[in-house]
């Protein structure tokens, strides 16, 4: 359904409301994440008024294929958009719609969000703004809904005004307002807009305390939504200061490989025990896994004998200790099961290793046969030419190589003799024939690794 109020000529736009649309950060291009409701309907009106003219201007709406008037809200954002002379761009996404709602770890609300944000995500370039139409009521809602779900201080500090997103930024600069104003302004100005026919839908937890519990604390506490926003902020500022700590402290705990001293960490009390392992944990861009009983990690990881091995597990990596520091260990792929031919002038991709059999120097000299494996036990190498040869394992053992890098270190091996020779070992060791300007053996291999 089409809501119209009065009409209103472009001139009586407040103020108030025009303020933190005109001043934006730079950017390059403007984008107005239009969903065809009143918020973002009005959000692209004012950005229409104050800066179609600079033709860095547009909105992009992502059509979720979900509720029966779907086709229509993307009708009604291309006729806006025509209207108002605003290019759109239509994104249509498949949501999986198995989940129901109500639910406390995702449901389709919660599905349509991630494919929606991914849209965004993926769409911005450099220096490019998308703006959303949240506003104080969003915010208030979000709190809450967070507080009930049992978030800590950086999810209680709500949603923020800006951050980063892909490769642009996320500005919302209608946090300001509550719904009932900018309500009353799209009235008064006279905007069309469509209702999602899902927001009264109360199986959803975010409708339910949109349309039974907010509108009962509001009545009791009239300035709810700025006392939230208040609490929103505070708890922000908590988290900027519990980050700037845990970068202090890691820069006390961490070694060169960005692993935590266990004995560093034990000086610590539990509250910045974990908080720096859980910024640690943002560091590597993973999220930090939902415990109840953090004390109990905690004392396990720092204090359990040094023969046992404990672990933390999150999704997608492992925290574990390994003589006396902890290390963040993200999940990879199996690697190959059988060994590989390095190729003269061909990249062989080897897990997270890349690894090339390169000419060098000015000899014509064949291409050695070199084949790439894992361990399978009792290889032995000859790190010093000289010196006599050793024991593989033991070579890792005494640099100090945690096993779960030694099970995933790529093995150069060459014939010699019927015998397969190990010539390298991951980028910790290349005999020498293969290395430098002019190699001796007039070939020279290359061996990198992708970061965590
Ligand atoms: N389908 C859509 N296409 C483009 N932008 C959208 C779409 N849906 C929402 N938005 C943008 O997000 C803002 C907030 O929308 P809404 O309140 O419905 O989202 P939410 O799910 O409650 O919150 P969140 O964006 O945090 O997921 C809208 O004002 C609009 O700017």
Redesign the pocket.
């Known amino acids: 359904m089409t809501r119209a109020g009065n009409s209103g000529s472009a001139s009586d736009w407040p103020e108030a409301l025009c303020a933190p649309v005109r001043n934006l950060p730079p950017c390059s291009r403007l984008r107005?994440?239009?969903?065809?409701?009143m918020?973002?309907v009005l959000?692209l009106h004012v950005a229409a008024r104050l800066h179609a003219g600079s033709g860095r201007l547009s909105a992009?709406?992502?059509?979720?294929q979900l509720q029966p008037n779907a086709d229509q809200t993307e009708r009604f954002c291309q006729q806006v958009c025509g209207e108002l002379g605003v290019p759109l761009d239509i994104r249509r996404v498949v949501v999986n719609s198995r989940q129901g709602a109500g639910s406390d770890t995702g449901g389709i609300?919660e599905s349509?969000?991630h494919a929606?944000?991914q849209v965004f995500e993926d769409l911005l370039e450099p220096e490019e703004l998308l703006?959303?139409?949240?506003h104080g009521d969003?915010q208030a809602?979000?709190v809450l809904f967070r507080l009930l779900r049992g978030t800590g201080v950086a999810g209680l500090g709500g949603?923020p005004e800006s951050r980063p997103l892909g490769k642009g930024r996320l500005y919302r600069p209608l946090l300001g307002f509550g719904r009932s104003e900018l309500r009353s302004w799209a009235t008064e100005m006279g905007i069309h807009w469509v209702e999602?026919p899902s927001?009264t839908d109360e199986r959803f937890d975010?409708n339910f305390l949109r349309q039974s519990i907010m509108p009962r604390l509001k009545a009791r506490w009239p300035s709810l939504v700025s006392r939230i926003g208040h609490t929103a902020r505070s708890c922000r500022e908590g988290d900027e200061l519990a980050g700037a700590l845990a970068r202090i402290r890691f820069q006390q705990c961490a070694n060169e490989r960005e692993a935590l001293s266990v004995e560093r960490l034990g000086q610590l009390g539990f509250a910045e025990q974990k908080n720096l392992i859980r910024w640690w944990i943002i560091r590597y861009h993973h999220v930090p896994p939902s415990i109840s009983d953090w004390s109990r990690v905690m004392a396990d990881l720092v204090n359990a004998p040094e023969d046992r091995e404990p672990e933390l597990r999150g999704e997608g990596y492992t925290v574990r200790r390994y003589r006396g520091y902890l290390y963040l260990v993200a999940d990879r792929p199996p690697l190959p099961s059988d060994n590989a031919p390095l190729i003269p002038g061909r990249e062989l991709v080897w897990g997270e290793w890349r690894l090339q059999l390169v000419p060098a120097g000015n000899s014509e000299m064949p291409a050695p046969a070199i084949r790439i494996s894992t361990r399978v036990g009792g290889e032995r190498l000859r790190p010093d030419p000289k010196g006599p040869s050793k024991s593989l394992k033991n070579w890792l053992q005494e640099k100090g190589i945690p096993p779960w890098e030694r099970a995933r270190l790529p093995l150069l091996l060459e014939a010699e003799n019927g015998n397969q020779e190990v010539i390298g070992a991951g980028d910790l060791w290349l005999a020498g024939q293969y290395c430098g300007e002019a190699p001796a053996s007039g070939w020279r291999i290359v061996v990198e690794r992708e970061c965590n």
């Open positions: 107005i994440a239009l969903s065809g409701g918020d973002s959000l992009v709406h992502v059509n979720h609300e349509a969000r929606r944000y703006l959303m139409a949240h969003d809602e979000t949603m999602d927001n975010r």
